[in-house]
């Protein structure tokens, strides 16, 4: 092992800086978890605070308000992958056949952008355009003769404002993955079956998909750590208002409401761990299911 890094240093010596992030500023973190298990107190800090074992973790599970955050939390991640994961890999097909490639790299820029845009300046962005006075959607809702929506103010909107706001935001992005799988594909295949007189709605169904399966299980593995909400916590922070807080409100939210605005320190941590071990089981049994179901998994 030390003669192989000796030999690629310059690759580790690359390395280095992304494992010291992530050591710092994820996994030291972890060990501040400890404070779930302690009546944590500032002043007395991680050591000298009193061990209270589970006590955080009864009470969590005895709030309603917290039955009602996961309830959130699943809902809103649920839609997201359920919708958002087929519509990232549609797109990626469309863009597999698109021949044009002037009209193929504009559509995929446009497509991407959204990424690589914070959701404070695309939340402002959503406020003025769903405004219910002046923005452009209920401009053309009144004009139509409709009523005006409030997307942002009404409970049955709210969410799904919410799911599709994301979908627009990542669909670009998720497509280049399967983009990449897509280029991988044997060309004899599609060759062989031409030749067998199948047209490309075949080719689709038979050849394509089937090779994408492996990528797409593995896809939807990693996603499933992210649907007790850790990709939405700025979306629901800049968009969420006290009128739909009973449906908009998620746990990344909660615990930063708990934590950091009412010094609920050892409650937070314990809200935190229970989501990291619902992620990790979620991850561990999807992987599992997909290993004996499909042979793709991603260990």
Known sequence: MLTRILKQKELFI?????????LIFHYSPMLGLVIAFKDYNPVQGFLGSEWVGLKYFKQMFSYTEFWQVLRNTLIIGGYKIVIGSPISLILALMFNELRISILKRSLQSLIYLPHF???????????????????????????SGLETIYFLADSFWFRPTLIASTIWKEMGWGTIIYLAALSGIDPQ????????????????????????????????????GSVLGMDSFEQVLVLLTPVVYDVGNIIDNYVYKQ??????????AAVSVFKAVVAFILVYSTNLLSRKLTDSSLW
């Not at 690359?14 to 992530?22: A, K, T």
């Not at 199948?198 to 939807?220: H, Y």
């Open 14 to 22: 690359m390395l280095l800086p992304g494992l010291l992030f992530f």
């Open 117 to 143: 845009f914070s959701w404070v300046i695309l939340g402002g962005m959503l406020i003025q355009v769903l405004s219910p006075g002046s923005g452009i959607i209920n401009e053309v809702l009144k004009a």
């Open 189 to 224: 295949l599609y060759e062989a079956s031409h030749i067998d007189g199948a047209g490309k709605w075949k080719q689709t169904i038979f050849i394509t998909i089937p090779m994408l399966i492996p990528i797409f299980v593995i896809i939807m593995i990693l996603r499933l």
């Open 259 to 268: 934590g950091l605005l009412n010094g609920n320190f050892s409650y937070s």
